[in-house]
């Protein structure tokens, strides 16, 4: 079946600073990828998605890229926010469009 | 349109207790979805249903049953609670249309004494 391996966390940065939270699957054919992100207390929220090769999905500042040869969907921002802590999650799609998470990269914010 | 919500927030059972959590969703979506979330594994489908009156097994689906009467709702059963059941559960629903985000609930959290 489908798997994710995700960058182990916690991961702490200062604000400003470069994140990168990596990603990488298996899965059968070339499903769709997304980021969800968990904020405290809550449910999953789409980040972002890429649908094919190549593609880039992008949303507040956040980017990743469907990279097929490598198998990989990194998710990147260039100057993170207090209030981007939160878990991050990657998932690709299945044949019924559900989804196999990643064991999810807390990331933690510091003023 | 509230999106995908769920009944009750928290629960707490004895074990052998049986329950039902409802998720219900108010965007005409096709497919629906049970998860569990447990500390550090992420989330893990339970079953799944790709419309009304069909039900499909996931990931980890020992010990729950599901029914998709009504294309707006999705409930899970426990029959006989176990502790192995404590978690936060997550239901979720999308479209057959291009880019099928899955929308999430709030979550149910159910501790299992």
């Known amino acids: 079946g489908d798997s994710v391996t995700q960058m182990e966390g916690p991961v702490t940065l200062s604000e400003e600073a470069f994140l990168t939270i990596n990603c990488t699957y298996t899965?059968?054919?070339?499903?769709?990828l997304f980021w969800y992100v968990q904020y405290p207390g809550e449910g999953l929220q789409l980040l972002l998605k890429?649908?094919?090769?190549?593609d880039k999905g992008s949303n507040k500042g956040f980017e990743a890229t469907y990279r097929k040869e490598t198998t990989s969907f990194h998710l990147e921002k260039g100057s993170v926010q207090v209030s981007d802590s939160a878990v991050y999650f990657c998932?690709?799609?299945?044949?019924?469009?559900?989804?196999?998470f990643g064991s999810g990269t807390q990331l933690t914010v510091l003023p | 349109n509230a999106g995908v919500t769920q009944t009750p927030k928290f629960r707490v059972l004895k074990t052998g207790q049986s329950m039902t959590l409802l998720c219900a969703q108010d965007?005409?979506?096709?497919?629906m979805y049970w998860y569990r979330q447990d500390p550090g594994m992420g989330l893990r489908l339970i079953h799944y249903?790709?419309?009304?009156?069909?039900?499909a097994k996931g990931e980890v689906p020992d010990g729950y049953n599901v029914s998709r009467l009504k294309k707006q709702n999705f409930l899970l059963g426990l029959e006989s609670a176990a502790p192995s059941q404590t978690s936060v559960y997550f239901c979720?629903?999308?479209?057959?249309?291009?880019?099928?985000?899955?929308?999430f609930g709030p979550g149910t959290r159910l501790t299992v004494l």
């Open positions: 998932a690709p799609s299945g044949s019924a469009r559900q989804l196999t």
């Open positions: 249903s790709v419309g009304e009156g069909t039900t």
């Open positions: 899965a059968t054919g070339y499903p769709s």
């Open positions: 890429a649908t094919k090769a190549d």
């Open positions: 979720a629903s999308t479209s057959t249309g291009a880019g099928h985000t899955q929308y």
């Open positions: 965007m005409n979506h096709e497919y």
